[in-house]
């Protein structure tokens, strides 16, 4: 399923995860420039712990504190997690938070959710890492039916809960993107998300490996892709990989293009290195090219 032709893509950008150590002033301050430049949305990635992969130790700032504290310091710009795992906390306490992240936002809030993957962090603070997808499905029905302003009473073989209802209740319901490359995974929340992505070493970061896996995953969702990219030849920030080259900015307009063409709706810029020069000069670059 593509979007319709004459929508506009929507761009966002994706701030600082373990790239660096950034502190709170840095991030307000990139993501204020992002929403000044014209971006649709900015977004925080949500991970405990990364060890083990042959760099040194590092985590970012807990990504639902985050978002509240910018939920409160921007104006327009839609917030979301890329994306929260639902073995990070309890699902009915998921379904909370973000009710109450939308609700400071004044219904800016898109709640990307995904299983997890990171084993390391999951033995480090003592979360269960087998059957990923199995929780991911028990938790998935408990918050969707949560947000849908339904008084839940489950019990499966991971989650319980019983008569949990969102109080105070919510303005809206909260749209639901699902993080995933993973048919299975796609398959259960697709009835009930709004919004599927996909990171750019799942597809390639190119248009046509981005096409490929779209085709492959049935569902009446729209389609966002992470698309990293190097500003100025990029710092090394992140670790480049060779099956999914990072776009040069200079090129950015052209490639966003193609991915409209293979049926995005959102392209969110992983950019490389990720601070407020780089944002400001993405914006311009895309500005002359007539995009956002």
């Not at 319709?4 to 709170?24: A, F, I, K």
Request: with cysteine; aromatic share 8%.
């Amino acid at each position: 399923m593509s979007h319709r032709s004459d929508e506009r893509l929507r761009v966002g950008v994706q701030l600082p995860e373990v790239e660096r150590e950034v502190r709170w002033p840095e991030l307000l301050a990139i993501a204020r420039t992002a929403e000044e430049a014209g971006f649709d949305s900015i977004w925080v990635g949500d991970h405990l712990l990364y060890r083990g992969d042959g760099r040194e130790e590092r985590g970012p700032w807990d990504a639902w504190t985050l978002l509240a504290a910018l939920a409160a310091s921007t104006e327009r710009v839609e917030l979301g997690p890329l994306v929260a795992s639902t073995a990070f906390h309890p699902p009915g306490l998921l379904a909370r938070m973000a009710a109450g992240v939308d609700e400071v936002s004044g219904g800016r809030f898109r709640l990307g959710l995904g299983t997890g993957w990171n084993d390391a962090e999951f033995e480090a603070f003592g979360l269960p890492a087998d059957r990923k997808v199995a929780r991911f499905e028990e938790a998935f029905t408990i918050v969707s039916r949560l947000l849908a302003g339904e008084r839940v009473t489950f019990e499966g073989r991971f989650h319980r809960v019983e008569g949990a209802v969102l109080l105070p209740p919510p303005a809206r319901r909260v749209p639901l993107m699902i993080g995933s490359a993973g048919p299975r995974v796609v398959g259960i929340a697709a009835p009930h998300v709004e919004w599927w992505n996909c990171w750019y070493t799942q597809y390639g970061n190119d248009a046509s490996g981005f096409a490929e896996l779209s085709a492959r995953l049935a569902g009446p969702f729209r389609r966002s892709a992470c698309v990293l990219v190097a500003v100025e030849g990029g710092a090394g920030e992140r670790q480049h990989e060779d099956d999914a080259p990072p776009v040069d900015a200079t090129r950015l307009g052209e490639h966003l293009a193609k991915l409209a063409a293979a049926g995005a709706a959102e392209a969110i810029l992983v950019l490389d290195p990720v601070d407020e020069a780089s944002v400001a000069t993405v914006a311009r670059i895309l500005g002359r090219a007539g995009v956002g």
